[in-house]
Antibody, heavy 121, light 112 residues
Framework: QVQLQESGPGLVKPSETLSLSCTVS?????????WGWIRQPPGKGLEWIGS???????YYNPSLKRRVSISVDTSKNQFSLKLTSVTAADTAVYFC??????????????WGQGTLVTVSS | QSVLTQPPSASGTPGQRVTISCSGS????????VYWYQQLPGTAPKLLIY???QRPSGVPDRFSGSKSGTSASLAVSGLRSEDEADYYC?????????????FGGGTKLAVL
């Protein structure tokens, strides 16, 4: 069965770049699906960050687009998130998830367990 | 402020039926499917309803979804203690300001 696992630093300094990876197991990332990142600030709701296709084609949240890039590494069966110029407002649990066969199609399932990233000096 | 509007809380007693609303606009719920996710305390969200009213295998038929115009609802019947969780609606948004997935702010369901 498909499993996703986020990894990366749990602490990032303000103005630096947040980098996370999501390793997919039990399923090839090369199967035509979109793969997404969603975050959840402590005690708050969910916010979609962006989604990427195996081909490298991606869609990003308009409010984060300036600072976000998502890439895919099919050789490692991984996809990655970079968020630049972080502030305390970027402190959140970051989830990765499998999306649908199109950017507007499908749903996020399954999800990784999430990883807490704190932005602090 | 979330693009989709949900009540922050809902509650019911065991066995009761509870509904959670999700209000959007013509660019999201009005023209695209609605999805519902359940997030149990301390865990990742889990898909509960897809394409407005479809249940993934393993989701009890006590959970049902519906959509009308620019609003959607999640109903939980025969409420059980294990249903206590946060529930989020989601939809694709085709607004002029940018396309992407939008979520509701979440509804915390308490089983009294």
């Amino acid at each position: 069965q498909v499993q996703l696992q986020e990894s990366g630093p749990g602490l990032v300094k303000p103005s630096e770049t947040l980098s996370l990876s999501c390793t997919v197991s039990g399923y090839s990332i090369n199967t035509g699906y979109y793969w997404g990142w969603i975050r959840q600030p402590p005690g708050k709701g969910l916010e979609w960050i962006g989604s990427i296709h195996q081909s490298g084609s991606g869609y990003y949240n308009p409010s984060l687009k300036r600072r976000v890039s998502i890439s895919v590494d099919t050789s490692k069966n991984q996809f990655s998130l970079k968020l630049t110029s972080v502030t305390a407002a970027d402190t959140a649990v970051y989830f990765c998830a499998r999306g649908g066969i199109g950017p507007a199609q499908g749903w996020f399932d399954p999800w990784g367990q999430g990883t807490l990233v704190t932005v602090s000096s | 402020q979330s693009v989709l509007t949900q009540p922050p809380s809902a509650s019911g007693t065991p066995g009761q039926r509870v509904t959670i609303s999700c209000s959007g606009s013509s660019s999201n719920i009005g023209s695209n499917f609605v999805y519902w996710y359940q997030q149990l305390p301390g865990t990742a969200p889990k898909l509960l309803i897809y394409r407005n009213n479809q249940r993934p295998s393993g989701v009890p038929d006590r959970f049902s979804g519906s959509k009308s115009g620019t609003s959607a609802s999640l109903a939980v019947s025969g409420l059980r203690s294990e249903d206590e969780a946060d529930y989020y609606c989601a939809a694709w948004d085709d607004s002029l300001s940018g396309r992407g997935w939008v979520f509701g702010g979440g509804t915390k369901l308490a089983v009294l």
